[in-house]
């Protein structure tokens, strides 16, 4: 059967960096990884292909090719996959779709022949079994979750590695917390279940071989939610693995409390690891402990974010506005205490209530959703909550909060501030020509859009003079971080226009 897997287009938006992606000539940042894991589980002997629509056009020769699309998304992609499954259906093809968009709303896809829900290494084994039988079902779900150690290494030849700015690989899934507006535990259960320290490297040893050198994003919602395992088994193997299979490093998602555990920071950084997001949400204790974010409570975060700099991770924050216990000076705050941290890259969203989360229940039940379905995309400036605030007022302070934090001049003190503390690495890659001639592209772009035609080239220039004579190995970062200030800074101006 010839599988054609199907990956939708994202929007513009903060984490698709599609206005930095320029820079380096890249079509996308992270691969499919969800598809290449499916595809790896698909029979052998069925041919397959790979289109990720954020790096390559679905063509009407690949329907034709087909005999079964298998489409994945989350739900910002919504979009785009209603296009794709229209499309689908127009070539007469069969689809079966899951992932989290499907998983969470699987009643919006009336065309979908085959829903095959939750996780795949449960439910993707017994629909292959009744289509091979001739009889298979519309919808396959399961509240049992997947055993990690029977997840297969995704099948990386089916990508133009080229068109990505990093690849990615998955540890664990679940976490052991339960903030009310995320889907995580919903979708994924609270107790962290992980792979193999040996499935892990046989995973990297395989894009190792296949000749990627450069950066890979673990997406664990929390690499750290089983920290004893992680710290035990997964961290040593890396840390031997990296001895003869020098050049990648690693970014990852994290709870706060890294900062607490001056030993296993340590250990990921000679590990590999230099970046980590962190949802901070907000300052606010009462905010906090509303959306039972109660392991952010009672600490220092700046303190928390600064000691991750110092250790040399780089910590990304996501930040939310909207809570029913926000005050006026919330949005300030926020933007305050960011500039004060140094988070160079800090995500502002206003907040929505996810289908399958604990918040969503609760609006519904009190009658304040707008709509049934969300987003997906919370720097938008939209929101489908009633919010208890003036919403007209709650929505510009949200949208002059977003620029001020991303105009020029104060990203990049915030850029300065982070470079005084964070802690380089030694970087043990091997010569690349091919990557090093990226690099002197990307810098060369900078001083032509950024330097010269752009608004912000006091500040760039300031900010590059700045490095050399205080922080010069801390260079390159430097220009990186000023290429991604572009992103976020042309996409606020985009959303909120």
């Keep these: 059967m010839n599988s054609l897997l199907v990956y939708p287009e994202f929007p513009d938006t903060f984490w698709s960096f ?13 691969p499919p990884l969800g598809l290449l894991t499916v595809a790896a589980m698909l029979p052998p002997a069925w041919p397959k292909r790979l289109v990720d629509l954020n790096a390559a056009a679905l063509t009407d020769e690949d329907l034709a090719w087909a005999d079964c699309v298998f489409l994945s ?3 910002v992609q919504r979009p785009s996959a209603k296009r794709i499954i229209a499309r689908c259906k127009a070539h007469g093809v069969r689809i079966v779709a899951g992932g989290p968009l499907f998983t969470s709303e699987p009643e919006q896809f009336p065309d979908v022949d085959h829903l095959v829900l939750n996780e795949g290494e449960v439910t993707l084994p017994l629909f292959l079994r009744d289509l091979e039988r001739g009889e298979p079902m519309h919808v396959y779900r399961t509240s049992e979750f997947a055993d990690m150690r029977s997840s297969p290494t995704p099948l990386w030849e089916l990508l133009n590695r080229d068109a990505y700015a990093t690849m990615a690989v998955q540890y664990s899934r679940g976490c052991p917390y339960d903030c009310e507006f995320c889907n995580v535990t919903a ?6 279940r992980t792979k193999s320290a040996d499935q892990v490297i046989r995973e990297l040893q395989g894009l190792y071989e296949l000749g990627w050198h450069r950066g890979v994003f673990f997406v664990d919602d929390n690499l750290i939610g089983n920290k004893r395992t992680l710290m035990r088994e997964l961290l040593p193997a890396l840390i031997d693995w990296r001895k003869t299979h020098p050049g990648m490093d690693f970014n990852t998602e994290a709870s706060i409390n890294l900062a607490d555990d001056a030993t296993l920071m340590s250990q990921m950084v000679t590990a590999g690891f230099n970046m980590v997001f962190v949802g901070i949400e907000t300052p606010d204790p009462a905010s906090l402990a509303e959306c039972n974010k109660k392991h952010n409570l009672n600490r220092d975060m700046v303190a928390d974010v600064k000691r991750m700099h110092r ?29 004060c941290a140094g988070i160079v890259s800090a995500m502002v969203g206003l907040l929505q209530a996810m289908p399958g989360t604990r918040l969503h229940a609760r609006m519904k039940e009190a009658g304040r959703l707008l709509e049934d379905s969300t987003s997906g995309d919370n720097v938008n400036g939209k929101t489908n ?4 605030h003036d919403a007209l007022g709650l929505r510009e302070q949200y949208r002059e909060g977003l620029r001020r934090l991303y105009s020029p001049k104060p990203y990049y003190e915030r850029v300065r501030t982070f470079l005084r503390e964070y802690r380089l690495s030694r970087s043990d890659a091997p010569y690349n020509i091919r990557y090093e001639m990226q690099q002197l592209l990307a810098f060369a772009r900078s001083v032509g859009r950024l330097g010269i035609a752009g608004a912000e080239r006091t500040e760039y220039w300031k900010l590059l003079i700045w490095t050399i004579f ?17 992103h976020f800074r042309r996409t606020c101006e985009v959303h909120l226009a």
């Design 18 to 30: 599609k206005y930095a992606l320029r820079f380096v000539g890249k079509r996308a940042a992270h």
């Design 73 to 75: 998304a989350m739900t």
């Design 187 to 192: 979708l994924l259960g609270h107790r962290p």
């Design 311 to 339: 250790a040399g991770l780089q910590v990304q924050g996501g930040f939310i506005v909207g809570f029913d216990s926000d005050t006026p000076s919330s949005v300030s705050r926020i933007i305050e205490f960011i500039q």
């Design 385 to 388: 909550i009633v919010s208890t």
């Design 470 to 486: 205080h922080r010069p190995k801390a260079f390159p970062l430097a220009v990186t971080l000023a290429i991604c200030g572009y």
